[in-house]
Structure formats: structure tokens, C-alpha cells
């Protein structure tokens, strides 16, 4: 690689004391291939933020997800892969990228092979040239992101905000993914013996085991993590005075987790598993698990206004949101030294004049690589030679 004389172009995050220099991470090309509306398209990128201009319909949050899915998991729809793989083309798609990591500048590569699809669940992935798994991605390259889907999850059913909240907790310990796996296949099991009228105590005892010890481990992940950026969007507050966006007010609910504020990882790992004994009728008559980490729910106040998130204007809700999402950039920033990538979907539109120029500034103060899509340029104008200004139309992308 040749380095740049241009200043945004520089592998040093200029917004970084020499001591904590650190390397923007940054999508610097980017190859679709059959990948929704495109056929084939070509992206060449510096270090600075992405805005995608274009009408309703032209790709924009196509070109998001594509990227998304540079990351681990499945994507910022989570839509089955064989949807991405574009309708007239052979069934398959391809995302290829390079990629500027902390560990250097990577080829990654991920897709679904031709015929493949329709039965496997799994996408392939290749870093540097070797098969690795999608997981194997989160060590190189992670986002946060805001999509208009995500309107309504203060208002929605936990399990998006359950979600919302596994992906911040997974973002700083990825560990956490084994015991959600591991909860799950072993509440699964019971449930499936509820199903099969099984009554033997032993069948159940192993389970519940399992169910105790993941639960516990999953919870104690999610209390930390919800710690961490409630102290950080704390500091933040403390600093700023009237801060732009308004500040989140963040608790757990949960049995484990309530249980887990007053005792010890041990104590609670054998409530929970007699609690899972003395339940088993109730949960038996339901035919499925009714108390556990899967019913946890993350709970967030409007903090300027001491109100549930649920109650407040939509407008309040999308600020507190992004507000959220950009603390959670930053605690990945801090805790290891490189910003993900921050993918903001149709964000601008609802802001006003002075939120967007606050959300402007706040993205290149953060130096992250934000990916950021409106149907109007002049949203993005603040933002100037600070960006890169691409136009997205039917499946082609201009600059
Ligand atoms: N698998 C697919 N093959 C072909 N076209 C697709 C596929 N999936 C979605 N599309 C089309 O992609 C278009 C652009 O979608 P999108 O990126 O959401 O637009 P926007 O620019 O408004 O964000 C839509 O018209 C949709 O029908
Ligand atoms: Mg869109």
C-alpha cells in the first residue's frame, strides 16, 4: 500500500493523541456481485464517511446491509441469505472487499454459493484468503447501525430490544455468543420433552443444568455490558452539559439479572436451577420455558425528560436511539482502540438543523467510517469535503 498525502486519508486517526494512535477502520473497496438489485458493482473508498444519495428503491440500504455483512451475524436486515442473492441472477451472491482493520488492510470476501442456498443456512466467509466462519469476522471488522425498522423498539416486543441489546453485549464480548447457543439448545431439549409428555426427572435435571450455567453467564455479560455504557454515556453527560442527543437511562430486567445484583454467580446459578425444577409443571402446561434470560428485556428512560423511551414522541425516541448507538461506538472505541463502523440509515431526514450538524460532528469526532443514505445531497451538505458523496441509482453507484 502506498500511503496518501492527504491528511483523511492517513492509516493515524488524526482525532487521536499520538499515544492512542489507532488505525480508522474503513472499507476501502468494495465488489458486489448478484447481491440484491446488484448485478455488479464497484466501490473504491477512502478512510472518510459514505453518504449514499438516491430515490426511494435506487440500493441504498442494500449497499448498507452488503456492508453489514462485512461484520458477524447476518446482516442489519438478520433476512435468511438466499433473499440477498439478487432474483435474475443464478441464486447465489458475492461481497468482496478490502478492508483497513487494526490488524492491517484484509481481503474479505463472503457470499453463497449458486444451488446452495435454499437448504443451507451459512454463508461462506474468507479473511485473507482462508475459509473461516462468519463469526471469525467480528475480530476484524465491526459496526454499530440505525435503520428505519428500528422505529418501534421502544414500543415493540422485548425481543427486539433483546436483540439490540445481545448485539451490544456481543460487540465487547464475544464469548457471550457460546452461552446464548448453549441456553438455547438446552431450552430447546426441555421444551421439546414438555412436547413429548416426558416426565422423568433425570432427562430434565441435565438440561436445567445447562440452562443455570449459560443463564447466568449470559446475564452477568449483559449486566456488564449495560454498566459499561451506562458509565460512559454518564462521563459523557458530565462533560457535555446540554448534549445534542438526549442521554439513556439503561436497566435490565430479568430474573437472572435482578438475582445476579445481589448475589453471587454461584447463588444464583442454583436458584435458577431449582426455580427451572419448581416451574416445571407451569412450564409443562405452557409446553415451553416461561422465566429465563430469553424473557430479559433492556429497559431505557429519556434521561433529560425522566420518562419511558415507550411514551416519548417518535422524534425523542430515533434522537435517544442514535444517541445509543453512537455511545456504543464510542465504548467499542475505547475499549479497543479501534471505532466500528457506524451504518446510519435514513438518519439525516429526521433530523433538524442542528441535530444533524450535531450528528456530523459527532461522527468526525469519533473518526469512524459512518455510512450514512438520503434521497436529498443537501441533507449531507455540512459535511462537505468531509465525505464522500456517492449516487445511488438502480443498482449503480456514481460518485
Ligand atoms: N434479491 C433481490 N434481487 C433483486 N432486487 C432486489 C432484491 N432484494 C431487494 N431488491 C430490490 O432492491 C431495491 C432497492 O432496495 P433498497 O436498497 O431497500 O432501496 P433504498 O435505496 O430505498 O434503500 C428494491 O426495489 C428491491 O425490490
Ligand atoms: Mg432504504
Redesign the pocket.
Known amino acids: 500500500m502506498t500511503a496518501s498525502p492527504h491528511e483523511r486519508d492517513l492509516e493515524i486517526d488524526p482525532a487521536d493523541a499520538p499515544e492512542r494512535a489507532t488505525t480508522r477502520l474503513s472499507v476501502r473497496t468494495l465488489k458486489l456481485t448478484d447481491?440484491?438489485?446488484y448485478g455488479g458493482a464497484r466501490l473504491d473508498l477512502d478512510a472518510r464517511p459514505v453518504v449514499?444519495v438516491?430515490?426511494?428503491?435506487?440500493?441504498?440500504?442494500?449497499?448498507?446491509?452488503a456492508v453489514s455483512l462485512l461484520g458477524a451475524g447476518h446482516g442489519l436486515r438478520g433476512r435468511p441469505y438466499a433473499?440477498?442473492?439478487?432474483?435474475?441472477?443464478q441464486g447465489g451472491f458475492a461481497i468482496a472487499a478490502t478492508v483497513r482493520t487494526r490488524h492491517g488492510e484484509l481481503d474479505i470476501g463472503t457470499g453463497l454459493v449458486p444451488g446452495v442456498g435454499e437448504d443451507s443456512t451459512g454463508r461462506t466467509v474468507r479473511i485473507a484468503g482462508k475459509d473461516r466462519s462468519a463469526g471469525a469476522l467480528g475480530d476484524y471488522v465491526k459496526h454499530v447501525f440505525l435503520i428505519p425498522a428500528m422505529d418501534g423498539l421502544f414500543t415493540g416486543g422485548g425481543s427486539d430490544r433483546r436483540r439490540f441489546l445481545d448485539r451490544l453485549v456481543l460487540a465487547i464480548a464475544p464469548g457471550m455468543r457460546s452461552s446464548l447457543n448453549r441456553y438455547d439448545r438446552a431450552m430447546r431439549q426441555r421444551n421439546r420433552l414438555f412436547q413429548m409428555r416426558e416426565h422423568s426427572p433425570s432427562l430434565f435435571e441435565g438440561l436445567e443444568e445447562q440452562m443455570a450455567e449459560a443463564g447466568v453467564a449470559i446475564a452477568a455479560a449483559r449486566l456488564d455490558a449495560v454498566d459499561r455504557l451506562s458509565a460512559l454515556i454518564e462521563e459523557t453527560r458530565a462533560a457535555q452539559g446540554t448534549a445534542p442527543f438526549p442521554h439513556a437511562v439503561l436497566s435490565l430486567h430479568g430474573t437472572l439479572e435482578a438475582d445476579l445484583a445481589e448475589r453471587s454467580a454461584t447463588e444464583a446459578e442454583d436458584a435458577f436451577r431449582i426455580l427451572l425444577e419448581e416451574f416445571r409443571d407451569r412450564d409443562r402446561a405452557a409446553a415451553r420455558t416461561l422465566e429465563g434470560p430469553h424473557r430479559s428485556d433492556l429497559l431505557v428512560v429519556h434521561g433529560p425528560k425522566n420518562a419511558p423511551a415507550a411514551i416519548c414522541s417518535s422524534g425523542e425516541q430515533k434522537a435517544l436511539l442514535l444517541g445509543l448507538v453512537l455511545a456504543k461506538a464510542e465504548l467499542i472505541k475505547t475499549l479497543e482502540g479501534t471505532a466500528p463502523l457506524v451504518l446510519l440509515?435514513?438518519v439525516a431526514a429526521h433530523l433538524d438543523t442542528r441535530r444533524r450538524k450535531a450528528l456530523f460532528d459527532e461522527i468526525l469526532r469519533l473518526g469512524v467510517q459512518a455510512w450514512m443514505?438520503g434521497t436529498e445531497p443537501e441533507l449531507f451538505s455540512p459535511l462537505a469535503e468531509d465525505a464522500q458523496i456517492l449516487a445511488?441509482n438502480r443498482?449503480m453507484i456514481e460518485p
Open positions: 447481491f440484491r438489485n449514499l438516491g430515490e426511494n428503491g435506487s440500493g441504498k440500504t442494500n449497499l448498507l446491509e433473499e440477498l442473492a439478487r432474483h435474475e441472477g440509515d435514513e443514505t445511488v443498482g
